[in-house]
C-alpha cells in the first residue's frame, strides 16, 4: 500500500510537493523510530519530532490535493490546513501554553474540516437528489 504523496509522485513526477511531503514523512518516521528505541528524555527531541511529524502530514496532504494542477494554490481548506500547520508548529516550538493561542489553533483546525466536508456533502447531495 502506498501512501499519499508516493501515490502523487507516481502520477506526477514533476510535483514538488509531493517529493518534499515524502522527505519529511521519511524523517518523521526516522525521528518517531530513534524516539521509541533510543528513548532520548529531551523536550527539544520530542518537539522536534512533534513539529516534523506535523509538517509530515500537512504536506501529504497537500501532495494529495496537488494531484491535479493549479488545485492546491486555489484551495481555501489548504489554505486553512496551512494556518493550522503553522499555529501548531509555532505553538508546539515556543512552549506556548496560553489558551486563546490553542482555541485559535481548534477554530483553524474546525475551519479546515468544514471546508473540506462542504463539497464532499455537496456532492452526497447531488448523488441523493439523481435517484
Not at 490553542?102 to 455537496?122: D, E, N, Q, R, S
Request: glycine fraction near 10%; include cysteine.
Amino acid at each position: 500500500m502506498q501512501s499519499g504523496p508516493i501515490w502523487v509522485w507516481e502520477r506526477r513526477p514533476g510535483s514538488l510537493i509531493a517529493k518534499i511531503a515524502a522527505g519529511f514523512a521519511g524523517f518523521g518516521l526516522f525521528l518517531l523510530l530513534i524516539g521509541l528505541w533510543g528513548t532520548p528524555n529531551s523536550d527539544a527531541f520530542w518537539k522536534s519530532a512533534a513539529i516534523v511529524t506535523i509538517l509530515a502530514l500537512a504536506l501529504s496532504y497537500f501532495a494529495v490535493v496537488d494531484v491535479q494542477v493549479g488545485r492546491l494554490s486555489n484551495s481555501i481548506h489548504v489554505k486553512a490546513l496551512g494556518l493550522a500547520t503553522v499555529i501548531a508548529c509555532m505553538g508546539i516550538a515556543a512552549g506556548i501554553n496560553w489558551p486563546p493561542y490553542w482555541w485559535v489553533f481548534t477554530l483553524a483546525v474546525i475551519g479546515w474540516v468544514l471546508t473540506t466536508m462542504i463539497p464532499a456533502i455537496g456532492y452526497l447531495k447531488s448523488q441523493v437528489q439523481r435517484r
